[in-house]
């Protein structure tokens, strides 16, 4: 007797040794070896700790089946009313023979019979007078008599093996909680610079009241609540990001990030590590982890402008997250989720990229769910003195401008011009206007509708192409007809370069020979 309670102390010691000494992420395992040997020398069939969870769950976090038992294994489990209200209470249990069984553990009862066992010892997991779970080893082979002696020193075991759990569980909520916040400060981090980037110069709210924009803004209430991906298509600077916020902050994702990126703004060798971000080290440069655009916009709206820019090689990951929600960072091979409406934006003819085998039709059709088609402002011209006072009053402060009156003949003017450069056109030859205009009465610069060149027509009214060539033109001239670079001609026009060199090439337009 002397010499099992001297060895069963020696195997209590070096258990609660190596229990106490173990890493959060070793422990698991130190249990479950510890659970093994003890199990062994009790000449038990089975040992197992079960932790308490709420609302009287309960959970098996180490587990040693010699003989097994059908459906045991670890995770959630039931743990029987009376055993559990023992446990609950800081009281063990201990049956050497099946006939020890009160008459009213009816459950238990069936349990023991069901299963064979024939020996069962059950201890509390306490800290302090918090009950935390229970250890218990069971027999199905022979009845056990263990010793008063055992069951004493197996009780002080089974104390320090609490407190063993308890810090290995609160360092592992604490590596968690720690690990959280980190993933939320890279993430604000990642917002702020996003919002950084993508602040801009533009509408508050969408001006206008005109049948062309009503329809627009018709369709954008019956889409923003559905989270349906959508195409926004029309010419530059008709407004189409203006359109993607209002449909965001219209959706059940208002309060989530709205994340825009200007593909065309991109060189196609940084628009997959702009769009799914990259590990440190993926490439050279990489210094540290950065999260993508979709992983920023988790949870909200992620808007891609020119979209029609973005490479092939790319267009198969994109359509991948729109299908699946799933993509990995550059650099790793762990799969992320994400949850992201797509708003996308084309001043190009998609289809037509399609049937020239320049674009994926699937992820086209992903994408055109729901299109939307913004008119330009020559469609709608009503809308132009909204437009025109919305500028005067919202930058004449800004440029230290006293402006409140406007001429017939210049309202007219701007309502007569085809503005083949869109609203945005119009917001940059008021600001001009403005700066020209030291009193209270808007002075509109009468070269601003002229075409160098060519007579103005008897209505006033010029041929699109006609001042959209020689607005370009005018443009190249003075930017050197640099259309890359800082102050390129592009960036003067308020388009994209590839958008540029598109309308270059439709009208006819060629640099002269030096």
Excluded at 103 to 115: D, S
Excluded at 119 to 135: A, C, H, K, T
Excluded at 344 to 356: F, H, I, K, P, Y
Excluded at 484 to 511: D, F, H, V, Y
């Amino acid at each position: 007797m002397a010499a099992e309670t001297s060895n069963f102390e020696s195997k209590l010691a070096e258990a609660c040794a190596r229990l106490l000494a173990a890493p959060t992420e070793t422990f698991e395992a130190e249990l479950n070896l510890a659970i093994e040997r003890l199990a062994l020398f009790f000449r038990a069939d089975r040992g197992s700790v079960v932790l308490f969870g709420a609302d009287r769950t309960a959970r098996i976090v180490a587990l040693f089946p010699l003989d097994r038992f059908p459906g045991l294994e670890t995770g959630p489990t039931l743990v029987l009313p009376n055993w559990m209200d023992r446990a609950r209470r800081g009281l063990g249990w201990t049956m050497k023979r099946p006939d020890e069984l009160p008459e009213a553990w009816t459950e238990e009862r069936e349990f023991v019979l069901e299963y064979g066992i024939k020996s069962n010892l059950m201890f509390p997991l306490q800290v302090g007078d918090r009950p935390i779970g229970l250890i218990s080893f069971s027999t199905s082979r022979s009845e056990q008599d263990w010793t008063p002696e055992l069951l004493a020193r197996f009780r002080l075991f089974s104390v320090i093996l609490a407190g063993a759990i308890d810090r290995a569980r609160a360092e592992s909520e604490l590596r968690a909680s720690l690990a959280e916040i980190s993933r939320l400060k890279e993430r604000a981090e990642a917002e702020n610079v996003v919002l950084r980037e993508e602040v801009r110069e533009g509408f508050d709210e969408i001006v206008g009241r005109s049948p062309a924009l009503m329809r627009v803004l018709h369709l954008v209430e019956q889409v923003a609540p559905t989270g349906s991906a959508v195409l926004l298509t029309g010419e530059t600077g008709t407004g189409k990001e203006l359109l993607a916020r209002a449909i965001h902050r219209r959706s059940a994702r208002a309060e989530r990030p709205f994340v825009a990126v200007n593909c065309a703004a991109l060189p196609g060798t940084l628009i997959e590590s702009e769009l799914f971000g990259y590990e440190r080290g993926a490439f050279t440069g990489a210094l540290q982890r950065r999260l993508g655009r979709f992983e920023v916009a988790g949870g909200g709206t992620i808007f891609l402008d020119e979209i029609s820019d973005i490479p092939g090689d790319i267009q198969g990951r994109l359509l991948r997250v729109l299908q699946e929600g799933t993509f990995e960072r550059l650099g790793s091979s762990h799969t992320i989720r994400t949850d992201v409406r797509v708003v996308a934006a084309t001043n190009r003819d998609l289809e037509a990229a399609v049937a020239e085998g320049r674009w994926r039709a699937d992820l086209y059709y992903r994408l055109k769910v729901f299109p939307i088609e913004v008119p330009p402002l020559r469609e709608r011209r009503e809308d132009i003195p909204l437009l025109v006072w919305y500028f005067v009053t919202r930058k004449r402060t800004t440029l230290g401008r006293n402006v409140t009156r406007i001429p017939d003949r210049a309202m007219s003017a701007f309502q007569r011009y085809d503005w083949p450069g869109n609203v945005r056109e119009l917001e940059n030859v008021i600001e001009r206007a403005l700066i020209l205009s030291p009193g209270d009465t808007l002075l509109v610069d009468d070269r601003t509708f002229a075409s160098p060149g060519k007579a103005r027509a008897e209505s006033g009214i010029f041929r699109l192409e006609d001042v959209e060539r020689a607005h370009i033109l005018k443009v190249l001239g003075e930017c050197g007809w640099r259309i890359a670079g800082r102050g390129n001609a592009a960036e003067s026009l308020g388009m994209n370069r590839s958008t540029l060199r598109s309308r270059m090439e439709k009208l006819g337009i060629e640099r002269p020979n030096a």
